[in-house]
Every structure is written in C-alpha cells, then in structure tokens.
C-alpha cells in the first residue's frame, strides 16, 4: 500500500509541477520584461505554491522572508534539485543565480531563467573569471547573488576538482562565494537546509511529502577579513563551519518532524 501511495505521489508531482511550469513560464517571461523586481516577487509566490503541492511542510529558523533592500551573498547546501525552490522560497527581493551553463540550454526553462543565471562552465577558468566579474556588476547594481559553494559534488567516484574531499553532510565549499564577498564588500547570509533530499531524491527522481528544516544564519561582513588567501580561507571556514554545524543537529530533530 505504501508503494502505491509513493506512485501516485510521484504522477501528482510530476503532473502539477508540469502543469504549474508551463502556466508560470510563460507569466514569468512577460514579466522578465517589465520588471526585474515583479519577477521576483512572482518567483518568491511560485516557490511557495510548488513547496504547497509537493506537500512540503516547512520550519523556518532567523529572519524570514529576507527582503532587505540591500545586497547580499546567499549561500547554502546543495543536495537536491529542489534546493533552488527553497532559496528562492526565502527570499523576495531580486537576486540571480549562478548556474552551471548547460541549463541554458535546456529547453523553455533555459530560455526562461537565462536573465535571471549567471552561467559558468565550472572547468574552465576563462569562464569561472567572468562569472565572478557579472556577480560583482550585479551585485552593486542591487541584485543579490546566491550560491552553492560544494558546487553540486555528491559522488564519492568522481574526482573533484581542487581535491576537495567529499563529505557525506557537507561538502567542503571552493572560493568563489568567498572571494566574491571580500572583493564586492557585500555581506554573506550562510543558510543551511535540512532534509530536502528526503523531499526528493537525486538519485531515483522520487518526492516524498515531509518536512525542510531551514536556518537563515546572520549576515557575515567580509570587512573582518583580509584580501589574501587567508582571509579568503579564513571567511570560507568560518562559513562552513556555521552551516556544517547546523546541519549535524538535524539528527537530534528528527523526532520532532
């Protein structure tokens, strides 16, 4: 009975994920062109109704929903591909992602968030160096940028780059975010998210109703850092750590879900 229950689950997400993408990418686009600020209050109100559908209770920790009107470095745990749902659940103001560049390419949703993405090919440092130049232009043009500093690495068979080692909670997090904040003098707003790859899985494309956990963490000022590689070392740590940290209590929360 459970497993049947799972199916018709799953048809219903994927039917009403279907149906919402294909109503509010063409609302989304009309809107990419009048207001950048429109669009994501609309993406803010679209997040909430997905995490709705897919019967997804959620617990928010600090400050919510983030609508300071400056601009700030976003960055949070990657183990899903719904996290981009959850940050954007959070936050109203306007921001951009940074993405990798393949999703540009990926048909009408490609074409829809390509305003809204700073693409970067992660493999080569020509394209890594112009992303970092578009998150600072747009990062004092008021946008804000969010991040996922593990860079999307789950799989303990692959070789990752700038050996970084694989952590089953939490990957070790690359410079970029961090250098970005010392360089662009913005603050960096550390979020952890609990159990959204409970909600759906990477691996078998499978969603379960259930609960997220979030903690949005106080704003970092990079002004206590150095410019150098210690510094950039230093912010990144102290970023991990606050995350890490918060996402290893998880396991003593369990039971109140």
């Not at 992303?131 to 303990?156: A, R």
């Amino acid at each position: 009975m459970r497993v049947l229950f799972l199916y018709v689950w799953n048809f219903w997400c994927y039917f009403s994920m279907s149906v919402v993408f294909i109503i509010s990418a063409i609302i989304g686009l009309l809107l990419s062109f009048f207001s950048d600020k429109l669009f994501s209050y609309f993406v803010f109100f679209l997040a909430k109704l997905i995490v709705f559908l897919l019967g997804v209770k959620t617990k928010i920790y600090g400050d919510y929903p983030l609508e300071d009107n400056d601009s700030y470095i976003y960055i949070a745990n990657h183990s899903s591909y719904l996290d981009p749902v959850f940050t954007t659940y959070l936050i109203k103001n306007k921001h951009k992602y940074l993405g990798k560049a393949e999703i540009l390419n990926w048909p009408i949703f490609g074409f829809v968030v390509r305003k809204y993405t700073i693409a970067v090919k992660r493999e080569l440092k020509q394209s890594r160096a112009k992303s970092m130049d578009l998150m600072k232009e747009n990062l004092q043009n008021g946008f804000s940028v969010i991040l996922y500093p593990e860079g999307g690495w789950k799989d303990e068979n692959q070789l990752h780059p700038y050996d970084i080692k694989p952590n089953k909670i939490l990957n070790q997090f690359r410079n970029g975010a961090f250098r970005l904040a010392i360089k662009s003098k913005k603050k960096i707003v550390p979020i952890s998210m609990s159990n959204v790859h409970e909600i759906h899985s990477s691996n078998t494309m499978m969603f379960r109703p259930g609960k997220v956990i979030i903690k949005i963490h106080d704003p970092i000022d990079p002004k206590e850092f150095k410019s150098d590689d210690e510094g950039i070392n230093a912010l990144n740590k102290k970023c991990y750590s606050i995350i890490y940290n918060d996402l290893i209590k998880y396991d003593n929360r369990k039971e109140k879900i």
